[in-house]
């Protein structure tokens, strides 16, 4: 029978290999739930010890304390970048390349592999005695950003490896999954903010956030595949290095060709160009390097990249067009972002009419005018985006783009002059009664995962606020059934009517949000900082809106984190306070004490509730507890529901007796508890997020893919692939009298969807 410690040491190494069996090789060999009772075991054992507590456990993946910013770390071996081939040059720029190394090393026989070229952010990792010190970005070559703490979060990455050199420094790239990607900006969309440009744009964004516990409820993937700084001898060829590391558990490019001649390596090249968009993240361009490390030393390098290594880069799939006009969209915060309107071009599988130019500096910077015609390509597959403009095709009369000539100064849904963020370089409307703004805080009160009221699009939404019907999205249960029939979606030359079918529809969609569940209101009540995430989270210790309102658990996370800060500010050791006399600093130490003292009290009262875990840190202290919901979005949600906004939302909800529950009813005993489902197909028998909240009751999570962490598919009439890819991973496949059952409610017919404008 082992030992608490050695059983502790046991269950690292079994998760440690789990995870690279999973993350590594996608080919994982134990269940989600087994994973879970392990990873549960480990906690649960470090709980009781945690002075056992390391750097390197599995446990410390879910991010530490948010820092101020980031250290600099200076590289031992530089990070160079890698000069660019370029496909239009074709194969005679290729040999003419391949010639110039030849030249270099006479007489030798070259080979050269080639890999995928991932579009991501490079990063170093460094290991001292097979454990992870330092990661960090490529910065500058010589310096870069000391990330460690945001790259432990990424479970692709082994904090421990056995049998290493005493020093190891792998390098590789940090990307966003595509899949992950558009998830992320349907997110930002529906809660009003500008998504990402591109996936990598999103990984290096994910990176640069101080708080690794943002980091890590991002998916967050590496690739690895050059060495930095080493303290034993290397492999012999590039190859071979690849396969090194990946017997260390590191992921390696899973493309790689080997070739001896120009003509093979532009082959390769044609390869990887032909399957690049099955692998399910971004790619470029491939990268070429000569396969021999003994032979890269003779060819040697320039200033600033090797001789030896290229990078051939696609054509990106582009289109030229014309823009016939800019206009000014205002967002439900009061963002003022300007649209460029295209003459349609039909590009990558879709026709673009529009494409963002994100805000005034953006336009100022490719100096784009209305008149021109510029290029334009979907920027990370996805969002269409202007690249540059065609100078040579620019009319003699198209002027500069001043934005503010061009809204006369004011909003263009309230005329209210806006004001220039600084921060953001982002116009803003600032008027609260603004009608755009008033018009997609309807919809997103609406919206699917908000409280789901079917039939109020954009249309019927503008409709109600352009004729005074709706004020606020509570208006809604003002509405009458004649009123809301007669409402003209259409002009008054051509009147279009809403209807009383469309009418009866909606009115019975905001009558069944009444009992939406607390969640769900707290996200639809578009309050700052709450997406649907910090909903939930603070859903699951509130018992009503009240309570929220009223949290001493978010006033306990303000006031840790402000005693967090003045802790740090007394010290006397800090070098803020390295010339105060010795008097001042025991008076700094006294006060520094006392507020230990008080936030500790803070800091265990919240560990106690249940709204904070202890940090798994070694050393760390009730002071450094990871809270449910941060403070940032605590300090807003108690700010809202005190702002008169706020209060008359809570007054108004007493008068319609609409009082929605929350607390954490997950049934640990229920068959969803902990497992994943995707629900796919037309649902019969409820509403796509009634299933979705049924899942969520029973302790379970939904996904929107499939993949080999999925426990259920719950499917209806029409399903498509996602049944394919249930059977691949050996799924099992509910239909929805099955999921019903297993919940143990009977199959009742939903209510008929109703229409969207």
């Known amino acids: 029978m082992p030992t608490s410690h050695e059983r502790l040491e046991q269950l690292r190494r079994e998760i440690e290999e789990h995870d690279r069996r999973y993350y590594v090789e996608a080919r994982p060999t134990i269940s989600d739930a087994e994973y879970d009772a392990l990873f549960r075991e480990l906690r649960e054992l470090e709980a009781a010890h945690p002075e056992w507590v390391t750097l390197d456990s599995p446990t410390q993946r879910v991010g530490g304390k948010a820092t101020d910013g980031f250290a600099q770390v200076r590289h031992a071996v530089p990070m160079l970048s890698l000069d660019n081939l370029f496909a239009k040059d074709g194969l005679d720029g290729l040999k003419k390349w391949i010639t110039s190394v030849e030249k270099l090393l006479p007489g030798e026989a070259l080979e050269w592999l080639v890999e995928p070229k991932v579009d991501g952010l490079a990063v170093s990792l460094r290991y001292e005695d097979g454990r992870l010190a330092t990661g960090a970005t490529r910065g500058d070559g010589e310096t870069g950003d000391d990330i460690t703490e945001n790259l432990r979060t990424i479970r692709a990455i082994p904090l421990h490896i056995s049998g290493a050199p005493e020093v190891l420094e792998v390098r590789g790239e940090v990307y966003l999954p595509v899949a992950a990607f558009r998830k992320m900006c349907d997110e930002m969309r529906a809660a009003g903010e500008e998504p990402f440009a591109n996936p990598r744009n999103a990984a290096a964004g994910s990176l640069k956030q101080l708080d690794p516990a943002t980091v890590a409820k991002r998916p967050l993937a590496i690739v690895l595949y050059s060495p930095g700084e080493c303290s034993a001898e290397l492999p012999a060829t590039q190859a071979e290095f690849l396969a090194w590391l990946a017997a260390f558990g590191f992921p390696v490019p899973r493309f790689q060709r080997l070739c001896s001649s120009a003509e093979e390596v532009y082959a390769a090249i044609q390869e990887l160009d032909s399957v690049r968009d099955q692998f ?65 071009v039909f590009l990558r599988g879709s026709t673009i009419s529009r494409a963002t130019l994100h805000n005034e500096d953006e336009i100022r910077r490719k100096d784009i005018r209305i008149g021109d015609t510029v290029i334009i390509e979907k920027a990370g597959e996805v969002i269409p985006a202007v690249v540059k403009v065609v100078l040579e095709k620019r009319p003699a009369d198209a002027a500069p783009f001043d934005f503010l000539a061009h809204i006369h100064g004011k909003c263009p849904a309230c005329g209210h002059a806006p004001r220039r963020d600084p921060e953001f370089a982002a116009w803003v409307c600032e008027n609260p009664a603004c009608p755009a703004q008033k018009t997609r805080r309807l919809v997103y009160f609406a919206k699917r995962n908000a409280l789901d009221i079917e039939g109020l699009g954009g249309t019927v939404a503008d409709a109600l606020i352009e004729r005074g019907l709706v004020d606020e999205p509570l208006d809604l249960y003002s509405l009458k059934l004649s009123t809301l029939g007669a409402l003209n979606l259409g002009t008054d030359e051509e009147p279009r009517m809403f209807g009383e079918k469309n009418a009866a529809k909606l009115l019975e969609a905001c009558q069944r949000a009444r009992t939406m569940p607390l969640a769900r209101w707290l996200h639809a009540l578009a309050i700052p900082e709450v997406g649907e995430e910090t909903a939930h989270d603070l859903a699951k210790f509130h018992d009503s809106l009240e309570a929220v309102a009223d949290s001493q658990l978010l006033r306990d996370v303000v006031s840790l984190d402000r005693m967090r800060t003045e802790i740090e500010v007394a010290s006397p050791r800090s070098k803020a306070n390295k010339d105060r006399t010795e008097l001042e600093k025991q008076q700094l130490a006294t006060l520094q004490a006392g507020l230990i003292a008080e936030a500790s009290e803070v800091g265990a009262r919240l560990i106690a509730s249940g709204f904070a875990a202890p940090s798994k840190r070694s050393g760390a202290s009730p002071i450094d507890a990871v809270v449910a919901v941060g403070p940032v979005a605590a300090a807003a949600t108690l700010d809202w529901f005190a702002s008169e906004a706020g209060r008359k939302t809570l007054a108004r909800l007493a008068e319609l007796g609409i009082s929605p529950k929350g607390g954490n009813k997950a049934a640990g005993d229920s068959p969803f508890a902990g497992k994943t489902v995707v629900l796919t197909g037309s649902l019969e028998l409820m509403t796509r997020n009634e299933a979705q909240e049924k899942v969520r009751a029973a302790g379970g999570n939904v996904s929107s893919s499939v993949s080999k962490k999925t426990h259920f598919v719950v499917a209806g009439p029409g399903a498509g692939s996602k049944l394919e890819d249930a059977k691949k991973h050996n799924v099992p496949v509910l239909t929805e009298q099955e999921f019903l059952a297993m919940l143990g409610e009977s199959a009742a017919p939903k209510k008929e969807d109703g229409l969207l404008f």
């Not at 600033?304 to 014309?322: C, G, H, I």
């Open 280 to 344: 399910g993240f971004e790619t470029d361009g491939a990268v070429i390097k000569l396969n021999q490390v003994a032979l890269r030393e003779r060819a040697g390098y320039t200033s600033r990249f090797p001789r030896w290594a290229k990078a051939w880069k696609y054509l990106s799939e582009q289109a030229e067009t014309r823009i016939h006009s800019i206009t000014v969209q205002v967002g439900r915060t009061g963002n003022l972002t300007p649209v460029a309107e295209l003459e349609p």
